[in-house]
Structure formats: C-alpha cells, structure tokens
C-alpha cells in the first residue's frame, strides 16, 4: 500500500520537485501553497507524513505543526526549511519534529530519511514510546538528544542520538550491525556500516565516565551495550 505523504510549502517550484520526486519513488502526494490549505488538507485526508516549510503565508509551520499534533497524535512530520537557528532546530523537535533538514538539500538523504522514518512507524508502540533511559549513572532523553552525567549535559548528534538509542533497546542484547544501519540510514551499506563503527566508539567515549557501562563488538555482527546493576 503507497505511503501518502502532505507537503506544505509556498515555493511553488520547489514543492512540485518534490512531489515529482517522491511521486517517482513509489509515494502518493498532496501539495498545499501555504500552512492554512495544508491544515484544511490534512483535517480532511490521512497522511502517514507531513514535510513542512517554515516561513508559509497565512499560517507559519510551526503553527501548523501544533495544530497536527491537536487533530492527531500519532502523525509523522519533519521540517524543509531554511532557517538553520539553533533555537529553530530545538523548537521543531520540542513540537514533536521527526527530523529538521535545512535547504538546499539532498534528494537521496531526505530519502533516506523518509524511509527511516516510515519504517519506525512499524515497531511496536512501546518500543516507539520508549524515549528516556537510564545507563549507570547517566541519563538519556532521546527526544532532547541529552546525555545526561552528574551536572554535566551534552547534546548529542542526530546520529549519535539515534544510535544510543537503538543500543538502549537492546541492552545487553547483540545490536547486529546490519539490521541497526538499515534503520539508521534506510539501507544496508559496507561504508555506512564503518560510518555506524564510528558513531559508536563516539558513544564508547561518552560513557567512559562510568565502569559499569561497556560496548562490547561482536566481531562481524555487531554490539552489546553492557550495563551492570
């Protein structure tokens, strides 16, 4: 069955590229010009993601945003935009944002993260609904993306945050190297399984404050994030 995806956005030209490209990815798509339309658009049709721009005519995204969120809990949306403010970024995410991509972009990445995102609509909802945890003596919130240690925060990357998270769910369990990248990035790749390496020995350094916390490599089939008790 095709995923219907809304996209709200007032460069005309911009928003019939995406449809095109979407539309040739196996997606079914609605346009709307400006952030009223698409909240009519919506309250009317189901959608199994909405791609919002911000700055919009009649009503800005991050008012339509919250007005989603009031008609429905459970709808994806992401934010196409250029605004690239730190203070955008942590505003689009407080609202509930699945990702915040800044144009110009790129069509294979957003894709990528399309897929992602579609894809973690199918996990369970309480593995969905799982966003904070506790490792030792740190403290994860993965909606935040805040690792937490003492009176110490540090914000974590949009990889890195996805990452931990997906070694918290399967805590003291083998994390299988290929099956984590295909979630991660969309697609089962040799170099995007280094780049996976890589985010982990950043996520080994993060917790080296506590011994009880070990990432253990499985030789040639993934990680174990060990904690004891």
Do not use: W
């Not at 911000?54 to 800005?60: A, T």
């Not at 404050?209 to 990432?215: A, T, V």
């Amino acid at each position: 069955m095709q995923k219907r995806i809304l996209i709200v956005e007032d460069d005309i030209s911009l928003g019939f590229l995406l449809m095109e490209f979407l539309e040739g990815e196996g997606f079914q798509t609605k346009l709307c010009r400006d952030g009223k339309s698409g909240l009519d658009t919506f309250k009317k049709e189901q959608f199994d993601l909405c791609i919002l721009d911000i700055m919009m005519p009649k009503m800005d995204g991050f008012c339509l945003a919250k007005h989603i969120r009031l008609e429905n809990q459970t709808t994806d949306f992401l934010f196409l935009t250029a605004k690239s403010l730190k203070e955008d970024k942590l505003r689009a995410y407080a609202l509930g944002a699945e990702d915040f991509i800044i144009k110009p972009f790129d069509e294979d990445e957003l894709l990528c993260k399309i897929k992602v995102i579609l894809r973690r609509q199918n996990q369970p909802i309480q593995e969905r609904q799982l966003t904070q945890f506790e490792l030792g003596d740190y403290a994860f919130d993965y909606c935040r993306q805040e690792l937490s240690h003492s009176d110490e925060i540090k914000r974590l990357t949009e990889k890195e945050n996805e990452v931990l998270r997906l070694l918290c769910l399967n805590k003291n369990q083998i994390l299988r190297r290929d099956e984590a990248v295909e979630k991660i990035y969309g697609k089962k790749d040799y170099f995007l399984g280094r780049s996976f390496d890589v985010f982990v020995s950043r996520i080994r350094k993060l917790l080296k404050k506590d011994e009880r916390i070990k990432i253990e490599n499985v030789f040639k089939v993934g990680f174990i994030l060990h904690v004891k008790e």
